[in-house]
């Protein structure tokens, strides 16, 4: 299954991907920069600034920088990764920055329950964004 991410609020696309890994299916991610954290700018990249300032850089804890392993670190926190089948379905999911030249010609479906549209109000940031402001490269 090929999943758009573009205007997709990542937590919810994030469980939707741990379900179907879970049951067996394999899962691609595309836009993965274009996916939607809510909270207003400040809130968040404060969040992630702090995340990213955590630890020490010779014994981590080691944070992604791309949108991309941001999005499936995301995923991670929703799966049992320490045991087999959780570890089996990390391995079962990928994500990736734009739209690769293999997944160009097939069917790339979206996820109704998780657009931005479910949004309250217009606080949101990208994935793309974020990354960027903590140091990755686009």
């Given at each position: 299954?090929i999943?758009?991410?573009?205007d997709?609020?990542?937590?919810?696309?994030?469980?939707?991907?741990?379900?179907?890994?879970l049951?067996?299916?394999?899962?691609?991610i595309?836009?993965?920069?274009k996916?939607i954290?809510?909270?207003?700018?400040?809130?968040?990249f404060a969040?992630?600034?702090?995340k990213?300032?955590?630890g020490i850089?010779l014994k981590?804890?080691?944070?992604h920088?791309?949108?991309?392993?941001?999005?499936?670190?995301?995923?991670?926190?929703?799966?049992?990764y320490?045991?087999?089948?959780?570890?089996?379905?990390?391995?079962?999911?990928?994500?990736?920055?734009?739209?690769?030249?293999p997944?160009k010609?097939?069917?790339i479906?979206?996820?109704k329950?998780?657009?931005v549209s479910?949004v309250p109000?217009?606080?949101?940031?990208?994935l793309?964004?974020?990354?960027k402001?903590?140091?990755?490269k686009?």
């Amino acid at each position: 299954m090929i999943i758009d991410a573009t205007d997709l609020i990542a937590g919810r696309l994030a469980t939707e991907a741990a379900k179907k890994a879970l049951l067996g299916e394999k899962i691609d991610i595309v836009n993965a920069e274009k996916a939607i954290l809510t909270g207003t700018k400040i809130e968040v990249f404060a969040k992630f600034k702090t995340k990213f300032d955590r630890g020490i850089p010779l014994k981590g804890p080691y944070v992604h920088r791309s949108a991309d392993r941001l999005l499936r670190r995301m995923i991670r926190g929703m799966l049992p990764y320490k045991q087999d089948r959780g570890a089996q379905a990390l391995k079962r999911i990928m994500c990736w920055k734009g739209v690769p030249e293999p997944f160009k010609k097939q069917k790339i479906e979206t996820i109704k329950e998780a657009d931005v549209s479910k949004v309250p109000n217009l606080k949101y940031v990208t994935l793309g964004e974020v990354s960027k402001q903590i140091g990755g490269k686009e």
